[in-house]
């Protein structure tokens, strides 16, 4: 399988913080991976590795199988997208494009040619002429797009690159940037704080977690089958119930407990009380009954004090669902049922 950024042990301390332990990841070409983690889990500092802005302690960086480790960022022939644009806002839109060109002293024939063309695939044909500052955030963060691809990098960085966006337009560049990612082929490496983000534009996510790299999966893969609760937890909401021989086990210590059950909100639904019980149910005492507008959320408390949320469609008969009043909720379908090989962490106290 070609490679066309391996990225392998590489660890990084930065004063006493040891920021990267041991980091090991590929990405295929074309690839588009996201880096997903709480903030301080070294995101940030994995991406300048690869861009050449952070040396290492130790470890190996390939780009299609030639050690880069020894080069400086402009010699590593990959384009950076930062949150801030970092546009000079004294050049033209067009000149700001351009500049990895000029920097390579390339004739202004070719430079303007390839601002147009870069131009025109972020859809701002025709704004060469315009300054940065006459341009919204939106068109900004395209300008710095179009500058990153000009000079034909073979990876492409992207460094929280919406966070400055307000929620509608940081969907619609998702689209876009999908867009224009896939149209180019280039492999790319992003890093966000959000999932949705994370789910809607990878190939793959890799979840990081205090310096390493917890799991690398597609998203589907990391949603359904999480390696463990933080993953879970993290991608989406998850019910986490200890299980013990392949039903849920309710009990406060969890002492018993040989596994926990990952349980999707979505995945569950209301079991009347006659019913013979399913395996995996569970019940408890409703604590909260929300509409929200396409689908119910309904929150019941275990008898042992967990939390276990249920998103119900509108159909449900929810004149029965009161708060106080008892609730069992099951998955009936088996293969929607995620078990973890370790035990869930102690119920904490809830207050009702
Ligand atoms: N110069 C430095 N000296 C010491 N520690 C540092 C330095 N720069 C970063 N760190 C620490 O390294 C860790 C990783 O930082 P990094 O910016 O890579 O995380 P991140 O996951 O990108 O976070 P965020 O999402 O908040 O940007 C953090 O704990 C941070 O405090």
Known sequence: MTIALSISDVHVTLGHNHVLKGVSLDVRPGEFVTLLGASGSGKS??????????AVDSGQLTFDGVDVGGRPPQKRNVGV??????????????????????????????????????????????????????????????VALARALAAHPGILLLDEPMAALDKQLREQMQVELTRIQRK????????????TEALTMSDRVAIMRDG??????????????????????????????PTSGGRILDDPL???????????????????????????????????LSFQGTRFRLELLTDAGRKVVCSLPTSVDASSLVVGTRARVVCRDPERVHVIAAPPARPVPVAV
């Open 45 to 54: 500092t994995l991406l300048n590795v690869v861009a050449g802005l952070q």
């Open 81 to 142: 997208v930062f949150q801030s644009y970092a546009l000079f806002p004294h050049m033209t839109v067009g000149e700001n494009v351009a500049f990895p060109l000029l920097a390579a002293r390339r004739p202004a024939k070719e430079r303007r040619a390839v601002a147009a063309e870069m131009l025109a695939l972020v859809r701002l044909p025709g704004m060469a002429d315009r300054v940065p500052a006459t341009l919204s955030g939106g068109q900004r963060q395209r």
């Open 184 to 195: 180019v082929g280039i492999t790319t490496v992003s890093v966000t704080h959000d999932q």
């Open 212 to 241: 390493a790299l917890v799991q690398v999966d597609s998203p589907e893969d990391l949603y359904r089958h999480p390696v463990d609760a933080y993953v879970a937890g993290f991608l989406g909401e998850a019910n986490l119930l």
């Open 254 to 288: 969890g002492e018993d407990a040989d596994g926990t059950a990952v349980l999707r909100p979505e995945d569950l639904e209301l079991v009347p009380a006659d019913e013979a019980c399913p395996a995996w149910h569970v019940e408890g005492t409703i604590q909260l």
